[in-house]
C-alpha cells in the first residue's frame, strides 16, 4: 500500500543549528499520526518541508505519492495545512475566511459543507465576527475548518492544540478521530505528551531527531525499569533527597507526587519508604505504579546518548 507520508533522511541547518537531523518515518492512509516534541525539536521545520514551503538539505519526502520539490503544485491542491498560530485573516469575518480559502483553492464552502459541517455548526453563530476577535478555540476550529474546505485527503495540523483550553482540545481530537473515520490521513504535531494516546503511532522527537517511534503502547511498553510515585508534603526536599538515594536513575516532578526511577530491577517500595524516613521525611509514601507514555518519553529524553563534537572521528 502507498503511504501517505514518507519521509527519508531529511535535514535542515539554519546557520549553525540543525532543525533536522536525518529524519525519517512514514505515515499511513487514515492514519492518524502524532509528532511530540518540546518548543525548538524541529517540528515546524518539518511540517514546513512537508507542506513544500521550505526545501531540504538533503534526503527527501514524498506525500501522496509526490515528492516534495519536483511535485509541490499537485501536493499543494491534495493537502490541507493548518500552521501553528493559526494563518487566519485577523480583519476578515468567520465567514469570509472560509469563503476566502474556498475560492483559493477553486471550490465554494457548498460544495464541501458536508466535511466541515461539525464543526462549522459550532462557529455558525459568530460567522460574522472577525476572526481576530474569536476565542483560541474558536480560531482552531476556524482554522481547521479553512484547511479542510477543498476536501484535502492529508491533513498536516502543526501545534493545532496549543494555547487552547482543554475542552477545547479535547473537542479537537475527537473532530480529528471523525475526519480520519472518513479516511483522511492526519499528521498533527504537539507539545503536549499526554495527547499522545489519542493517535494511532506517534513519533516522539527531540533536537531534530525521532527517537521512537510507535503505538502510543508501544511506546510505553519500552519503559522497562521499576517506577514508583512518591509522596511528601515538603516535596521540595523530597525531590532533594531522592536524588541523593544511590540507585536513583531519574527523579522528576508529575502532579501531585514525584515519580522515582529505580536503576536496580527488583526494587522495593518499603526500602525506599524507609530510607526517605531515615532522611527526616516523616511522612514519606512510595507506591509502585504502572508507566505512562509520559514517563517513557521522560526516559527516552534521558538517555538519548551525548553527541559527538564535530570533527570527530
Ligand atoms: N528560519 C529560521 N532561522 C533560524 N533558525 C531557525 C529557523 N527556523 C527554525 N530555526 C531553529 O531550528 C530549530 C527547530 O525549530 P522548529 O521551529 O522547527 O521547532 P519546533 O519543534 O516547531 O518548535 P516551536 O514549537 O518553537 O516552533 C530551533 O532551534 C529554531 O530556533
Known amino acids: 500500500m502507498m503511504q ?20 525519517s518515518f512514514s505515515v499511513s492512509e487514515a492514519e492518524l499520526f502524532g509528532l511530540i516534541g518540546a518548543d525548538g525539536a524541529g517540528k515546524t521545520t ?17 506525500l501522496l505519492g509526490l ?3 519536483a511535485g509541490y503544485r499537485e501536493i499543494r491542491t491534495r493537502i490541507g495545512y493548518m500552521p501553528g498560530r493559526f494563518s487566519l485573516y485577523q480583519d476578515l469575518s468567520v465567514e469570509e475566511n472560509l ?34 476577535q474569536l476565542s483560541g478555540g474558536m480560531k482552531q476550529k476556524l482554522a481547521l475548518s479553512c484547511a479542510l474546505v477543498h476536501r484535502p485527503e492529508l491533513l498536516l495540523l502543526d ?16 473532530m480529528l ?15 503536549y505528551m499526554d495527547e499522545a494516546s489519542l493517535c494511532d503511532r506517534v513519533a516522539f522527537m527531540q533536537e531534530g531527531r525521532i527517537l521512537a517511534i510507535d503505538t502510543p503502547q508501544g511506546i510505553t511498553n519500552l519503559f522497562t525499569k521499576p517506577l514508583f510515585a512518591v509522596r511528601a508534603s515538603d516535596k521540595h526536599r523530597l525531590i532533594a533527597e531522592l536524588r541523593s538515594f544511590g540507585h536513583a536513575a531519574s ?3 508529575f502532579g501531585s507526587s514525584v515519580h522515582f526511577t529505580d536503576r536496580r530491577s527488583d526494587a522495593a517500595p518499603e526500602e525506599l519508604a524507609a530510607w526517605l524516613r531515615s532522611r527526616g521525611l516523616g511522612d514519606a509514601t512510595v507506591e509502585r505504579i504502572e508507566p505512562g507514555i509520559e514517563d ?16 570527530d572521528v
Not at 475560492?103 to 476572526?131: C, H, M, S, W
Not at 496549543?162 to 475542552?167: P, S, W
Not at 480520519?180 to 507539545?191: A, D, H, N
Not at 517513557?296 to 570533527?311: D, H, S
Request: hydrophobic share 45%.
Open 159 to 174: 501545534e493545532p492544540t496549543t494555547g487552547v483550553d482543554a475542552v477545547s482540545r479535547q473537542e479537537f481530537w475527537q
Open 99 to 132: 469563503n476566502f480559502f474556498a475560492t483559493v483553492f477553486g471550490t465554494t464552502v457548498e460544495e464541501n459543507y458536508e466535511l466541515i459541517r461539525d464543526i462549522y455548526a459550532q462557529l455558525e453563530p459568530f460567522r460574522k465576527r472577525r476572526a481576530g
Open 46 to 62: 518539518l511540517f514546513r518541508i512537508l507542506a513544500t514551503l521550505l526545501v531540504p538539505d538533503s534526503g527527501k519526502a514524498t
Open 296 to 311: 517513557t518519553f521522560m526516559a527516552l529524553m534521558e538517555e538519548r546518548p551525548v553527541e559527538k563534537e564535530c570533527g
Open 67 to 69: 515528492d516534495t520539490v
Open 251 to 253: 527523579v522528576y516532578a
Open 4 to 23: 501517505a507520508v514518507a519521509a527519508e533522511n531529511l535535514t535542515r541547518k539554519f546557520g549553525v543549528v540543525e532543525a533536522l537531523k536525518a529524519v
Open 177 to 191: 478521530r471523525r475526519l480520519k473515520s472518513q479516511g483522511i490521513t492526519i499528521l498533527v504535531s504537539t507539545p
